[in-house]
Structures are given as structure tokens and as C-alpha cells.
């Protein structure tokens, strides 16, 4: 047999360990989310209970892979050589999309990936068998279209079901508990607790069981046979200990029940998802022994119809164990995982912050329709049951910033019905995304709880449906991106091997680049986060106005350069920076100063206010930058023509004030000595005054055409961001100056 099938299985198990890698990276964040977001432990406590979670999921796990062998597609249409250039296929894609989306830390489904890469590979290898035979068949002979949609539906139908379930069992836990409810877990805690464990017992370890050939038959048997006196056992055993924990040992019982909803919805990952990392790997192992086997006998591979691969699978345990490990050591180690958005907390945490998606009309009438919808329930319902209903809802005071996105009544919720539904789902053998019960979980508990009110609801929304609305491009992207890889590898051969080998070695390089750069942004935070008494509110005003005042001249002087130069280039490289800019001081305007403030106990109403408008001055000069660099590239991108010697004389001499001016300011800040300040507001008026005499020649030369219309348009355009910079830099000054006075 050619030794390049050797080769090509090598590949996927190397590719198997790097989309094991990249793959917890991305999905670690389903089953940690509810114990970070409402600090039940500490991180190496949840990373530990996490862990042995993975490790007994992955050897739950061998019912699973029959989704990459014949999931989608009939493998006895399929010939041997074929099937595992459809393989590698997936394997390539799947390596690549992932890290492309956690080297921008955006979450996706590694069951949808999978799921239609091999839906993907599978109709490029049909149809290019097809083409190649020149055969008269339909294309359902070869792709399983039945059972596909069986498993496409169960994933998407699984985010109604998640949303609704959360929503529900979340709405009937406040109704008994309330935010306050120590006073009644007391009496309730324990009875909460053996229903909680009860239910992660039954469905993350009696169910999960199912799937393994690490027990018996007979023990399974037994188990089938006696299951509801074992669940009752179980609920009788676990409400007793817990409450024995909570009364006698005084134990924080929700503490055990987040950290076991943890470890069960880190079982239910690695038990559910582990196919989608090593399934494609150990069906190119199997065909490849398939293919030894037959070609020891005197057979032609190339005859070779892969029809054993519907067979039951039985795989060996220590393969598992490695996937597991490996998954384990990606947990505590890999950046990538730590760095995945944090896109379900931000949307489900109580309370406020800053909200990371804006209103969309869907968003906003959506709202509308629930708020029209509840005054509705709202006139139809009791004055008591309200009365009660509200009681119960009712937010603890005095809640502050510092405090868990949640509490955790809710983080048991979120982790026992997300654990309980993917567990259902895995006993069924139906590849139910992680991310997308987890998160619609999480989201339905946050709407319940109220968390959603009329000051976050549309940009919740709106991050929710934009979430979805990724989910189905990566279902887009991961169907064309595998069949254009299995067709590269059908039509390339060997050649096509080697190539896409060393692109997937360079792109993983170039993505650890940008995401080793995105890292390092992300480190520099902005003094905001660190302020929290009146000195350090000045010192941080002081420390990035030194340096966000040497960068916007700097923009702003290039730009003028770019202009004359007609550097479009360089322009549109401002242009971007400027925008940057411009967003920073647009997200901090809206989103920091009032928690900012908040945060601050001691300042003096003067410092919060010069603070305010420091802020507000930053923004009106980086949205002055924006409009002249983005008008700048506009002009010269469209090929107009350049300035004229006397229009960029005019511009020199206004940029070159603009700048001594703001030069000096900078010094001043160094040296904290803001004595010669009277002198620079002379220097704006004088600015100003050649603002006007710069206005007054451009309408000449308009006059006399011998500046034409788009020519004029930019130039007054820049002349006036220019004075709004000159402007906007004066009360900078003023405002500065004030707040360091108040600190002296």
C-alpha cells in the first residue's frame, strides 16, 4: 500500500491535537462562564474540578464517533483513497477556522463546524467522483440526507428548547429564592441541592454511561432495569448531605452545586464534543486499517469501498484518555482560552456596564413588542400575585461595580439545565452544540432574572441575535471552506497534500502573531480601570493627555503632509488610526466615565466635573481627526487634484501654530507648571485669526476658479477641523489646568 496513506494519518493525528488545542480554546469559556461570572471558587479550584470533568467525559465519549464516519454521508460510496482526502479535508479546515475565530476571540460551535465540514468535503468528493466516472446518480446516493438534517435540526432546534428551559426553571428559582435568598435557602437549600445533583447525576453520569464500553453489560443492564429507585436513592442520599453540609458544618452547599453543575457541563463537553476534535481522525485510522487489512490479502485499495465504516465503533479507551489530557493541559495553559470574548457574561450579567453591541431596529422591536406584551399580563394579573411576583424580583441595594456579573442561584441554574439538556442530547447521539445550549441557557436565566431592564434590553438583544446571526456564517463558511479543500486535495493529489501541509503550519504562525499583538493591546489598560481615589483621577488625566495629545499632532501633521504629498497610503493608514482614536473616546464617553465616578468615593464634585469635560474635549478633537483624515483619503483616493503652493502655504503656517501650540501644552504637562498658559490662549486667538484671514483667500480663489469645487470643499473643511482641534485644545487646557489645581 503507498506509504502516503501512512502519512495522511499521521497528518490527522497531528492535526487532531492541534484541533483539540484550538477547539477547548474556544469552548472552555461554555463550561467555565457560570463559575467565573459569579466567583464561586477560586480559578485553580474551578480549573481543577473542570478538569476531571473533561477527562471523564472523554472517556464517556465512543458513541459519538460514529457522527464522523457515517454522520452525513454513506461511506460505502465512497472508495478508500477518496475518503481520506475527505478527511484530511476537514481536518485542515477545522484546524484553521478555529484558531481564526479564537485569535479574534469570537466564540463559535465546534459541533456545527464539524458538522458541516463533513457535510461540505462530502458533496465536493461525491460530486468529483461523480464528474470523474461520468455517472448518471443523484447526489443523495451518496450524502446521508436524512440523518444529516436529523443533526443539523437537533443543533438549531437545541437553541429554542435551551432559550425556553433556562428561561423557565430560572423564572420559577427566583419566584421560591428571591436575590435574598439566604433566609430561604436555609430551609430549602437542601432539598434545591439533591434535586440539583440528583439531576446532574442521572443525565451527566447514568446517561453518559450509555456511550461507554468502559462498563459492562450486565452493570448496564442493572442500571436500565433500576433506574428510578436509583434516582430516588440518589435525591434521598443527596438532600440528606446536603443538608448534614449546610447545618451541621455550616458548608455553603451552592458552592458544591456550582462546582458539580462545572464539572458535569465540562463531562457533558468533552463526552459531546470530543468526536468533533479526534472523530475524523479515528475514522481515518480505521479506514486506513480497513485498507492494510484487505490490501495484505491481495486486494486493489483503489477498489476499495469503505462500507465496514457503519459499523459500530469500539474505540481504544487510551486514545481517549490522551484526547482528554490533552484538552486538560489546553485548559490550564493555552492563552487562546483565556482570551475567548467574554460575550455571555456581558450579556447576562446584572446590573450595569459597558455594553458591547448597539440598538438594531429587530432589537428595538422586539423590545417594544415584549414591553406591549407585558403591560398586557401585567392588567390581567392580581394586585397580590404582582405584589408577590415583584417581592420576589426585587435587585439587593447597594450593589457595586466590583460585584459577580451574577449570583448564585443563578450559576446553579445556568450549569444544571445547560449540563442536563447536552447530556440528553449525547444520550440520544445527537451532536448538540456546547456553545449554543450553554450560551442560549444563560441568556434565557438573564432574561428571566430580569437582568435585561429598559436600560440594556435593545443592546442585549442585539448581541444575541448577533451571535446567532454568526453561528449560521460559521455553518456558511465551514461547508465552503471544506469543499474547497477537498476539491484542491481530489483534483492536486500529492502535491495538494504537501501545499496545504505547510499553509496550515504558516497560517497557524501568522494567527499566534496577531493574536501575541492583540494580547499585548489588551494589556495596556486604560487608565479608567485603575483609578479609584481623586489623586490617582488626576495623575491618569495627566498621563494620557501627555500622550494622547503627542499622538493626535502627530496624526494630524502627517495628514497635512499626506495631503501635499498626496500619500494615499500613508493617508489611509491615518485615516484607520484616526478612527481608532475616535472609537476609544466615543466607548469611553458613553460607556466609563459614570461608572468612573461611581467607583470614586472620595472627589470633590469640581475634579469629577473638569474630568467629564476632559473627557468630552478629547472626544470633540478625535472626532474633528476622524472627518479631516477621512476627507483627506477620500480626495486623493478619487484622484483629485492636489493643493495649490498658496493653499498648502496657508495650511503650513495654521498647522505649525496648531502644533507649537499644542507642543507646548505638552511640556507644561511634563513639568506640571501651567504658569505660561495665558500666553497660549493668546497663541489660539491668533490662530484663530488666521483661520479667518486662511477662509477669506480660499473664498477668493474660489471666486476667481482658480481652486475648484471639490479642491475648496476640502480645503475649508480642513481649515475648520483645525479650528474645532484649536478650539476643543484651549478648554483642554483650561480644564487641565483646574483639575491639577485641585490637587496642589
Request: with cysteine; charged share 20%; net charge positive.
Amino acid at each position: 500500500m503507498d506509504s502516503i496513506y501512512l502519512v495522511i494519518v499521521l497528518v490527522l493525528l497531528g492535526l487532531a491535537a492541534m484541533d483539540l488545542i484550538v477547539g477547548v480554546a474556544n469552548d472552555a469559556v461554555n463550561f467555565l462562564n457560570s463559575s467565573i461570572g459569579s466567583r464561586v471558587a477560586p480559578m485553580w479550584i474551578i480549573l481543577t474540578v473542570a478538569s476531571v470533568g473533561v477527562i471523564i467525559g472523554a472517556m464517556f465519549s465512543t458513541g459519538m464517533m460514529e457522527i464522523a464516519r457515517s454522520g452525513v454521508f454513506y461511506p460505502e460510496k465512497f472508495t478508500f483513497a477518496s475518503i481520506m482526502m475527505l478527511f484530511l479535508a476537514v481536518m485542515i479546515t477545522d484546524v484553521i477556522l478555529l484558531d481564526v475565530f479564537n485569535t479574534f476571540g469570537l466564540p463559535t460551535s465546534t459541533t456545527v463546524s464539524l458538522v458541516f465540514e463533513l457535510l461540505g468535503a462530502a458533496v465536493a468528493v461525491a460530486l468529483f467522483t461523480i464528474w470523474q466516472n461520468n455517472e448518471a446518480v443523484d447526489l443523495s446516493q451518496y450524502i446521508n440526507t436524512g440523518k444529516a438534517l436529523k443533526i443539523i435540526s437537533g443543533i438549531f432546534i437545541s437553541v429554542l428548547i435551551s432559550f425556553v428551559v433556562g428561561s423557565v426553571v430560572m423564572y420559577f428559582s427566583r419566584l421560591i429564592f428571591s436575590f435574598n435568598y439566604k433566609k430561604s435557602f436555609q430551609y430549602l437549600g437542601a432539598i434545591w441541592g439533591g434535586i440539583a445533583l440528583t439531576a446532574i447525576a442521572y443525565f451527566a453520569i447514568l446517561k453518559g454511561l450509555k456511550s461507554t464500553t468502559l462498563i459492562s453489560g450486565e452493570v448496564m443492564s442493572y442500571i436500565n432495569e433500576h433506574t428510578s429507585t436509583i434516582l430516588l436513592y440518589t435525591f434521598v442520599g443527596m438532600t440528606l448531605l446536603m443538608g448534614i453540609l449546610q447545618h451541621l458544618f455550616k458548608v455553603k452547599i451552592l458552592t458544591i452545586i456550582i462546582l458539580a453543575g462545572t464539572a458535569a457541563l465540562a463531562l457533558s463537553f468533552a463526552g459531546n464534543d470530543l468526536v468533533n476534535f479526534i472523530g475524523v481522525f479515528m475514522a481515518g485510522k480505521s479506514s486506513f486499517d480497513l485498507a492494510s487489512a484487505f490490501a495484505a490479502q491481495g486486494g486493489d485499495i483503489n477498489q476499495l469501498y469503505m462500507h465496514q465504516l457503519n459499523d459500530a465503533v469500539a474505540v481504544d479507551w487510551r486514545y481517549l484518555f490522551g484526547a482528554g489530557t490533552i484538552m486538560v493541559l489546553a485548559l490550564w495553559f493555552s492563552k487562546k482560552a483565556k482570551n475567548v470574548t467574554k460575550t455571555e457574561v456581558n450579556l447576562s450579567r446584572q446590573g450595569e456596564g459597558v455594553e458591547q453591541f448597539s440598538s438594531t431596529k429587530a432589537s428595538r422591536s422586539l423590545v417594544r413588542n415584549a414591553l406591549n406584551m407585558g403591560r398586557l399580563v401585567n392588567y390581567i394579573t392580581p394586585v397580590k400575585v404582582k405584589d408577590f411576583i415583584e417581592s420576589r424580583f426585587k435587585p439587593l441595594e447597594n450593589k457595586k461595580a466590583s460585584d459577580p456579573s451574577f449570583d448564585l442561584i443563578r450559576a446553579s441554574v445556568n450549569l444544571t439545565v445547560a449540563a442536563m439538556l447536552i447530556s440528553l442530547g449525547t444520550s440520544l447521539k445527537l451532536p448538540l452544540s456546547t456553545t449554543y445550549v450553554t450560551f442560549m441557557v444563560a441568556m434565557g436565566s438573564a432574561l428571566a432574572d430580569r437582568a435585561w431592564g429598559r436600560e440594556s434590553a435593545v443592546y442585549r438583544i442585539t448581541g444575541v441575535l448577533t451571535v446567532i446571526s454568526g453561528w449560521f456564517l460559521t455553518a456558511f463558511v465551514a461547508f465552503s471552506a471544506a469543499a474547497i479543500v477537498a476539491l484542491i486535495l481530489m483534483v492536486g493529489g500529492i502535491y495538494a497534500i504537501v501545499g496545504l501541509i505547510i499553509l496550515v503550519i504558516i497560517l497557524l504562525i501568522q494567527f499566534a502573531m496577531v493574536h501575541k499583538k492583540r494580547e499585548a493591546k489588551e494589556e495596556q489598560k486604560t487608565a479608567s480601570d485603575i483609578i479609584t481615589n481623586e489623586d490617582e483621577l488626576i495623575n491618569s488625566c495627566s498621563i494620557e493627555m501627555e500622550e494622547a495629545i503627542s499622538s493626535m499632532v502627530r496624526i494630524y501633521r502627517t495628514t497635512i503632509d499626506g495631503v501635499f504629498n498626496e500619500d494615499r497610503k500613508t493617508l489611509h493608514n491615518l485615516q484607520r488610526e484616526a478612527n481608532a482614536i475616535y472609537l476609544k473616546y466615543k466607548n469611553r464617553r458613553h460607556y466609563e466615565v459614570v461608572p468612573t465616578l461611581k467607583r470614586i468615593k472620595d472627589a470633590s464634585i469640581e475634579s469629577e466635573q473638569f474630568y467629564i469635560q476632559i473627557i468630552d474635549y478629547f472626544y470633540e478633537i478625535s472626532k474633528a481627526l476622524k472627518a479631516m483624515t477621512e476627507a483627506s483619503f477620500n480626495y486623493i483616493n478619487d484622484n483629485h487634484e492636489g493643493f495649490s503652493d498658496e493653499q498648502m502655504d496657508d495650511l503650513k503656517k495654521l498647522s505649525d501654530m496648531v502644533i507649537e501650540v499644542s507642543n507646548e501644552f505638552v511640556k507644561m504637562i511634563q513639568d506640571r507648571d501651567y504658569s505660561e498658559l495665558e500666553q497660549l490662549k493668546n497663541k489660539r486667538q491668533l490662530i484663530s485669526d488666521f483661520y479667518s484671514a486662511a477662509t477669506r483667500n480660499q473664498i477668493k480663489r474660489a471666486k476667481s476658479q482658480s481652486s475648484g469645487t471639490r479642491n475648496s470643499i476640502l480645503f475649508l473643511a480642513l481649515l475648520n477641523e483645525t479650528k474645532i482641534i484649536a478650539m476643543q485644545s484651549s478648554n483642554l487646557m483650561k480644564s487641565q489646568r483646574r483639575l491639577v489645581r485641585l490637587q496642589k
